[in-house]
């Protein structure tokens, strides 16, 4: 609380202990003449008054003002000091969140490129695998492809194989036929004419040709001139030694097929030999 007395000691540039002591020192000297005035003065007994030590310094308030400015200086110098001591902290300290936030940040694009190296290096690999398993594929398939044109080309050869055995086996059946129709039907030709009876008209070069129909048994069923010698005598003795022949009991032993496909209905020359001419 400021009072004029503090106010007068702060603008003198005393402190209260020096005032207060001149005070006391004042009233004491006013009271001693005060007392020495009095009529009664000479019957009283002089007491030596307590002496008072007062320690009287002269302090220079230029000098003060100039401490305190100093002082004020040096704190303000402490005060700024400190700021810049905060500043550097915070300045620090900022710097550290940017260090750490680029470290952050570096470890994030770290993390990134390792990433998609790894993406690079799986896609990569699987590039590699679907090559390899199409390259696999693409193997199989011309396994397959070479298995099968190698399975073709056998069974082409077998069949051209089974298709020569068997051309030459119906070649080999065909000349068999061919040989049993010869062999047959030089037999019936024969034995029609070891039945014939010549007639006194036969001449040298006459021919009849007669259709048999048979049986598989070697039975005539009938017989007919187709085309006739021209003389009716040597036709219907050629009929008559075919009828005298049958049956032909060779043909039993033929081929039920060769017999339907050429004595079931056979178309006989009837062309004897040595006739007159």
């Given at each position: 609380?400021?009072?004029p007395?503090?106010?007068l000691?702060?603008y003198?540039?005393?402190?209260l202990s020096i005032?207060a002591?001149?005070?006391?020192?004042?009233?004491?000297?006013?009271?001693?003449?005060?007392?020495?005035s009095a009529p009664?003065?000479?019957s009283?007994?002089l007491?030596q008054?307590?002496v008072?030590?007062?320690?009287?310094i002269d302090?220079?308030?230029?000098?003060r003002?100039?401490?305190l400015?100093?002082?004020?200086?040096?704190?303000?110098?402490?005060?700024?000091?400190r700021q810049?001591?905060?500043?550097?902290?915070q300045e620090q300290?900022?710097r550290r969140q940017?260090?750490?936030?680029?470290?952050?940040?570096?470890?994030?694009?770290?993390?990134l490129?390792?990433r998609?190296?790894?993406?690079?290096q799986?896609a990569f690999?699987?590039?590699?695998?679907?090559?390899?398993r199409?390259?696999?594929i693409?193997?199989?398939?011309q396994?397959?492809i070479?298995?099968?044109?190698?399975?073709?080309?056998q069974?082409e050869?077998?069949?051209?194989?089974?298709?020569e055995?068997t051309?030459?086996s119906?070649?080999e059946?065909a000349r068999?036929?061919f040989?049993?129709?010869?062999?047959?039907?030089a037999l019936i030709?024969?034995?029609?004419?070891?039945m014939?009876s010549?007639?006194p008209?036969?001449r040298?070069?006459?021919?009849a040709?007669?259709?048999?129909r048979?049986?598989?048994t070697?039975?005539?069923l009938?017989?007919?001139?187709?085309e006739s010698?021209?003389?009716?005598a040597f036709?219907?003795?050629?009929e008559?030694?075919?009828?005298?022949?049958a049956?032909?009991r060779?043909?039993?032993?033929l081929?039920i097929n060769?017999f339907?496909?050429?004595?079931?209905s056979?178309s006989l020359i009837?062309e004897?030999e040595?006739?007159?001419n």
């Open positions: 609380m400021n009072t007395l503090s106010n000691v702060i003198n540039g005393y402190p005032v002591a001149l005070g006391i020192h004042i009233v004491i000297f006013i009271a001693l003449l005060y007392l020495q009664e003065a000479q009283l007994e007491i008054p307590t008072i030590k007062a320690l009287f302090e220079n308030p230029q000098l003002n100039q401490q400015r100093e002082q004020r200086l040096v704190e303000q110098q402490q005060r700024q000091e810049r001591e905060a500043e550097q902290r300290e900022v940017r260090e750490a936030e680029q470290q952050r940040l570096e470890q994030q694009q770290a993390a490129r390792e998609e190296e790894l993406e690079r799986r690999a699987e590039r590699e695998e679907r090559k390899r199409e390259a696999d693409e193997r199989r398939r396994q397959e070479a298995t099968e044109q190698e399975l073709s080309r069974q050869a077998a069949r051209r194989r089974q298709q055995a051309e030459a119906a070649a059946a068999t036929e040989e049993l129709v010869q062999s047959a039907t030709q024969r034995a029609v004419q070891e014939w010549r007639p008209s036969a040298n070069g006459m021919r040709i007669l259709r048999i048979m049986l598989p070697g039975e005539v009938d017989a007919a001139i187709t010698s021209g003389d009716s036709d219907r003795s050629a008559n030694a075919l009828y005298r022949a049956p032909f060779e043909l039993q032993s081929p060769v339907n496909a050429n004595f079931r056979l009837f004897p040595d006739l007159l």
